[in-house]
Structure formats: C-alpha cells, structure tokens
C-alpha cells in the first residue's frame, strides 16, 4: 500500500444477551425501547445495595474464552475501574484487568477473510458490566439505564489485522460465535455490538514484530456498525498515508478521534500520550471464587457446533456447493431455517437454492430477518413438494410464494385460489402438443432440416395454451417423439 504497511488492532464490545437478568442485578437482561424501564436499585447505585453475581453470565464468558483458545484463570476475580460520567452511576466500573487474569487470555483465532485462512491473536477477553446509554439533543442529554449492568465481553486482539477487510471478516465471525453458541444475539441495531478500533502505518520494510518500528496508534471510539468499521479504518489509513507523504506524520500525538457516518471521516478528540489511571482495585463486595476443571468441561462439552462445522456438514453431506454453505451459515437463524426444512423431508440442495436466492432476496429487499418471515420451513418443504410432484411447475411454484407473502396464507391455499394447477396427464398434454403441431406444419420441417431448438418454440406454444400449466419437461419430451413420427 504505497509502501506502507497498515497495522490494526481491534476492541470489541458485545452484550451478553442470552441470560435472564443482568450481570449484577435482578432487573431484565432485555432489549426494551421503553427508557429505564428494566432496572434495579443496583444499576442505580442507591446507598446499601450490593452487587450479587450472575452465573449464567460467567458460564458464557468462559464459553467464549474457551472457544477463542484462550487460557482461562484458577481464580474469577472483579475489579473497580474508576471515573466518572454522567452513565456510570456508581462513579466506577465493575470489570476485569489482565491481573488477576480475566475470563481468558492469549488465545487465537483462525477466520476466513476471502478466499484465505488468517489468524489473530487474541490478548483478553474479560467480563464488565455496560453503562447506561445516553441521547444528547440540543438543549439537554437524556440517561436510559436499561443498559446499565447488562453483562459485556470485551475482547482485545493484537493489531494483527492489515486492511479494513480482514478487520471486518474477524467481526463477523465473533458475531456468528457469540449467535451460534448462544452468547449473544449480537445485534447491532440493538447496541450490542461496539467497537473500537486502532490504525497505526509503518514503513513496508520494516519488521513488524518489532513493536519500536510501529507507527502511532490512532483509537476511533464507539463505531457501531460494521460496515462503520471498514469506512473509518479505510478512512484513517488514507489520513496517515497522507501526513507520512507530507512529513507530518512523526509530529503526530497519539490521539483518539471518533468516526463520523455522515462524512466518513474521523474526528480529532482527545490526546492519548499517556494510559488514564483508573486505579483499577479488587471489588471488596465480589469475593474471588476457584473456577472447578469439572465445570470448566462442562461448558466445553456445552458448545453447539459452529458456523465452520455446520458448513462442512452442508457441503459434505448435503452436496451443497461451497458458496451457497457460505451464504446458509453466515446467520444463524437462516442456517436454522435450512436444518429445520431438512428434518422436515426437504431436499437438502432444493431447500438450499430456494433460500439463498429467492427467500434471501426477498428479505434483503424487504430489510427483514428471516425470523420475521411468514413463509415457514414447513410451508417451503410443501412448495417444493408440490414441484416435485409434478403438481405445480418451477415458475408457478415462484408465483405462489410471492402470493403467500401478500396474502398470508399457506401454499395450498394459494394453489388453490389462483386455480394453478400443472397438467401432468399424458392425454392432456398429448392432445395440446398434436394441436400446436397441426397449427405449426412449417415447424416440423425446420425441425427435421436440423433447427432443433424449434422446439423450445412449439413447447412455448403449449404453455401459452395452458396458461403455464403443462409439465415443460413432459411436454418436450412428447413434442420431439410426436415430430419424429411425422
């Protein structure tokens, strides 16, 4: 890159939503869009309450340590992390430091990224409690704490991303492992996932294990957004090639800048040249407890298979292509969807090109998930059924599940409404083709001087005639036989 070498690390930020209360509090561990509706005196920091930890979320931090290969603690230790802001209540943070080590450390992960394996190594991941969120408008800032307490898993890689495209490919496979294990549904126009993101360059010759010949790290807070994510890094690499080509780039302060999504530029905020002293310290009110190696084998033992695993299943077993597995296990509840068609009785390839061409495109254009679609596994597996039957034909299977959508009813239904119904009868389409035939003398000549993709004409012909309700291959099948007897 012009002689540059990008260097990239990455924070991530995501909510732990798969458990019923938050990480210290009895209030809900629930997305509401009604403000402070879902707290406790705890996450309001009222005098005389005490914190009381949640099980459920420990149990999902470790998940995630152990599936990111990291190595978790003999001891679960809590810290204070101290500063205030208006969303801190309690003037401080409950969270985990690197010492006494937090739910896991020095890990690695090895995603897809195109067409190539990559690796990054992880440095922590640790278990905090989240702060409340806050609106500021023009003439005021208004505080929801829904937010406040709810469990969050930061994870901290190295900076051994080299393009903005590597760093969002390792996203979104944390956020398949957070969805397909059952740790968070890792929505991001929920909140649940923040990121923050670190850009450095250096010169393309230099060793970049050598962390003297690093460049300044440059800190975007708080993106939101994946495609955020790539803009901003896209962005600030292109900022920092041009203050290198200028000769700003050595005078340069370490800083942290936020991105803008209007511009897609990112904006100077503060100067980072020394780490803030939060004066981390032990949480008095949280006693450190031993992690048991039977527990510990239990959670590992609990992991559901994964996106890479259900993958080679689709493409070993089910014969599905490459792409298209790609396509069925990039979300979990698409590749849900599948599987559930498939104990049903489907055809594994049938179910797959249906979903990742026509449902998928539907909900893409509509901006749906595949949860909120009307059109169930059961109703695709009798769609497809009545194709193969023979009962309906490809196009008008196409046709009913549009009708379906619009009117909300099951497939039957619709067939029946629209009075479709494919003629497979031998005698039916036999006295069709004999009539397109009579009509069409000059064709059985064309055919017979060696122009045999007439045929796809006189077939034309027939479905004209019924309304698109002939079986086309029994149809062309019968058109060549009854030509070659004239």
């Known amino acids: 890159m012009n002689g540059y070498k990008v260097l990239i690390g990455l924070e991530m930020h995501c909510e732990i939503s798969e458990t019923n209360t938050k990480v210290f509090s009895s209030a809900a561990n629930s997305y509401s869009s009604t403000p402070n509706s879902n707290i406790r005196p705890v996450d309001m920091a009222f005098p005389g309450t005490l914190p009381v930890v949640n099980k459920e979320a420990i149990k999902k931090a470790l998940m995630a340590s152990i599936i990111l290969n990291c190595k978790q603690p003999e001891y679960i230790y809590f810290e204070r992390k101290n500063y205030y802001y208006p969303d801190l209540p309690k003037g401080f943070q409950i969270t985990q430091e690197t010492k006494p080590a937090p739910v896991g450390i020095y890990g690695s992960l090895t995603y897809e990224c195109g067409d190539e394996l990559k690796t990054v190594r992880i440095n922590n991941i640790h278990l905090e409690e989240d702060a409340a969120s806050t609106d500021h408008y023009a003439t005021c800032s208004t505080i929801d704490y829904n937010r406040a307490g709810v469990p969050l898993l930061e994870l901290v890689t190295y900076p051994d991303f080299h393009s903005a495209n590597e760093a969002v490919a390792f996203l979104e496979t944390m956020r398949s492992i957070y969805q397909y294990a059952g740790i968070s549904e890792a929505d991001s126009k929920k909140g649940q996932i923040r990121c923050d993101v670190n850009v450095s360059i250096m010169d393309e010759n230099l060793d970049e294990t050598k962390e003297e010949n690093w460049g300044t790290k440059v800190e975007i807070k708080n993106v939101n957004s994946f495609g955020g994510v790539r803009d901003a890094i896209n962005y600030e690499i292109e900022r920092q090639i041009e203050l290198k080509e200028s000769g700003e780039y050595d005078s340069m302060e370490q800083q942290t800048r936020r991105f803008d999504e209007e511009t897609g530029t990112t904006i100077y905020m503060r100067s980072k040249v020394d780490a803030i002293d939060y004066k981390y310290f032990i ?92 059109f169930t596994p059961k109703m695709l597996v009798d769609l497809i059924k009545m194709v193969e039957d023979g009962k309906i034909s490809s196009k008008q299977s196409k046709e009913v599940f549009y009708k379906c959508l619009d009117d909300k009813k099951e497939p039957s239904v619709i067939v029946e409404d629209l009075g479709i119904k494919q003629i497979g009868g031998e005698d039916e389409i036999l006295k069709i083709v004999t009539e397109v035939l009579d009509e069409q003398p000059n064709a059985i000549e064309t055919y017979k001087q060696g122009r045999t993709n007439i045929v796809d004409f006189l077939v034309g012909q027939v479905m004209k005639k019924t309304r698109g309700q002939a079986n086309p291959a029994m149809t062309r099948n019968m058109m060549i036989s009854e030509i070659e007897k004239r």
């Open 283 to 374: 949480e008095p009110n949280i006693p450190k407890f031993k992690l048991s190696s039977d527990w510990l084998e239990s959670i590992k033992k609990s992991i559901p298979a994964l996106a890479p695993e259900r993958k080679e299943k689709y493409i070993n077993e089910y014969g599905i292509s490459n792409y298209d597995a790609t396509i069925l296990v990039k979300e979990k509840n698409v590749a849900d969807y599948y599987e559930e068609t498939i104990k049903l009785g489907s055809n594994p390839k049938s179910a797959s090109n249906w979903i990742t061409s026509i449902i998928l495109g539907y909900l893409n254009k509509c901006e749906m998930t595949i949860d909120e679609l009307f």
